[in-house]
């Protein structure tokens, strides 16, 4: 079964630095997401993605964050300055299209540790 | 989209039926209900989504009323390994792929030997 592939598994970071984490979608999938989950809490909405932009975003996904699907494969997500409340596991997911019955798909996550 | 209600936890023993039921009141004509299951420290797994009636895959029976304010989601003879949490979601899925998916926070199913 296609899977959607996230590196690393594990990073920690110190607080102020940047962090890159990546995903490799299902090479079919055309819609392309970053959720997060701190330790506890619910899956939030962070951003989503095609045809090469943003599709939409929520208030979590400010000016610290970016993402970029830089060579047709690869779709990072990039925090420019962490904070120690960026500390969570991050997932990727994609999907292939818009018919009901096409699911998303997620990978196993990275959790990002902001020291 | 459609504000959904689950218990907040489960408990059952390897080889029973668990039968998990979502409310969704306010469910617009084009919403789907689909249920994803989430491990720890996995990411959400879709398990299957429907519209009205039955649905049954090799996992799962999603069962929808006919005036789709609710669903149940139907596990036979759990086991150990089905114990995570199961989310309940609702929504316009057939747009233009943009809808964000709107995680509550799910049942917490737990299952004894």
Same mark, same amino acid.
């Given at each position: 079964?296609?899977?959607?592939?996230?590196?690393?598994?594990?990073?920690?970071?110190?607080?102020?630095?940047?962090?890159?984490?990546?995903?490799?979608?299902?090479?079919?999938?055309?819609?392309?997401?970053?959720?997060?989950?701190?330790?506890?809490?619910?899956?939030?909405?962070?951003?989503? =993605?095609?045809?090469?932009?943003? /599709?939409? #975003?929520? &208030?979590?996904?400010?000016?610290? +964050?970016?993402?970029? $699907?830089?060579?047709?494969?690869? =779709?990072?997500?990039?925090?420019? /300055?962490? #904070?120690? &409340?960026?500390?969570?596991?991050? +997932?990727?997911?994609? $999907?292939?299209?818009?018919?009901?019955?096409?699911?998303?798909?997620?990978?196993?996550?990275?959790?990002?540790?902001?020291? | 989209?459609?504000?959904?209600?689950?218990?907040?936890?489960?408990?059952?023993?390897?080889?029973?039926?668990?039968?998990?039921?979502?409310?969704?009141?306010?469910?617009?004509?084009?919403?789907?209900?689909?249920?994803?299951?989430?491990?720890?420290?996995?990411?959400?797994?879709?398990?299957?989504?429907?519209?009205?009636?039955?649905?049954?895959?090799?996992?799962?029976?999603?069962?929808?009323?006919?005036?789709?304010?609710?669903?149940?989601?139907?596990?036979?003879?759990?086991?150990?390994?089905?114990?995570?949490?199961?989310?309940?979601?609702?929504?316009?899925?057939?747009?233009?792929?943009?809808?964000?998916?709107?995680?509550?926070?799910?049942?917490?199913?737990?299952?004894?030997?």
């Amino acid at each position: 079964e296609p899977e959607v592939t996230q590196t690393p598994s594990h990073q920690v970071t110190q607080m102020g630095q940047e962090v890159i984490l990546r995903c490799v979608p299902i090479s079919n999938h055309l819609y392309f997401y970053w959720y997060r989950q701190i330790l506890g809490q619910k899956v939030e909405f962070l951003v989503s =993605f095609y045809n090469n932009e943003i /599709s939409e #975003k929520s &208030e979590i996904f400010d000016d610290q +964050f970016s993402v970029e $699907r830089p060579d047709g494969s690869n =779709f990072t997500l990039k925090i420019r /300055s962490t #904070k120690l &409340e960026d500390s969570a596991m991050y +997932f990727c997911a994609s $999907r292939k299209g818009t018919v009901a019955n096409y699911g998303y798909t997620f990978g196993s996550g990275t959790r990002l540790t902001v020291v | 989209l459609a504000k959904t209600t689950q218990p907040i936890s489960m408990d059952s023993y390897e080889g029973q039926e668990v039968n998990i039921t979502c409310s969704h009141n306010n469910i617009a004509t084009n919403d789907y209900i689909t249920w994803y299951q989430q491990f720890p420290s996995q990411g959400p797994r879709f398990i299957i989504q429907g519209y009205k009636t039955k649905v049954t895959n090799e996992v799962a029976s999603l069962f929808i009323p006919a005036d789709r304010k609710s669903s149940t989601l139907s596990l036979p003879r759990v086991s150990l390994s089905d114990t995570a949490v199961y989310y309940c979601l609702v929504g316009d899925y057939m747009d233009t792929g943009r809808r964000a998916l709107t995680f509550g926070s799910g049942t917490r199913l737990q299952v004894q030997p």
